[in-house]
C-alpha cells in the first residue's frame, strides 16, 4: 500500500497551487481519501476529504471553505487538491490519506485514517 503526496512548494501570498495524491495497492475507489496538514508547531488537522465513489460528496474544514477544492479521478488512482488563495497560514506539511468506506460516497474528516503517505511541504511566503 503506498499513498504519494506531491506538488508542494513555495509560493507568494495569494498564490496558488495543485497537490496531488496518487495511490497504489488497495482498491482505490473502496476508500474515502482525506487531505491533512500539521505547521510547524501545531496539532495536525484534517483540511478535506471526498468519497470514494465517481460522485463522492466532500467535506472541507472551515478555514479552506472557498479556497481548497479536492477533487479524484478514480481511473488514475489519484484524489487532487487545488490551494487557491494561500496565506502565510497555509504553510505546513501536507498529507493524503484513505480511509475504507467500503465504496460509499462519504466521507468524515473526523474518522481514523487506514493508510497514509508521506507529506509534501506547501510553504506561503514573501
Known amino acids: 500500500v503506498q499513498l504519494q503526496a506531491s506538488g508542494g512548494g513555495l509560493v507568494q501570498p495569494g498564490g496558488s497551487l495543485r497537490l496531488s495524491c496518487t495511490a497504489s495497492g488497495f482498491t482505490f475507489d473502496y476508500y474515502a481519501i482525506a487531505w491533512f496538514r500539521q505547521a510547524p508547531g501545531k496539532e495536525r488537522e484534517g483540511i478535506a476529504c471526498?468519497?470514494?465513489?465517481?460522485?463522492?460528496?466532500?467535506e472541507y474544514t472551515d478555514s479552506v471553505k472557498g479556497r481548497f477544492t479536492i477533487s479524484r479521478d478514480n481511473a488514475k488512482n489519484t484524489v487532487l487538491l487545488q490551494l487557491n488563495s494561500l496565506n502565510p497560514e497555509d504553510t505546513a506539511v501536507y498529507y493524503c490519506?484513505?480511509?475504507?468506506?467500503?465504496?460509499?460516497?462519504?466521507?468524515?474528516?473526523?474518522?481514523?485514517?487506514?493508510?497514509w503517505g508521506l507529506g509534501t511541504l506547501v510553504t506561503v511566503s514573501s
Open positions: 490519506a484513505a480511509d475504507y468506506t467500503y465504496g460509499s460516497s462519504w466521507c468524515s474528516l473526523g474518522r481514523e485514517y487506514d493508510y
Open positions: 471526498i468519497g470514494g465513489s465517481t460522485d463522492g460528496s466532500t
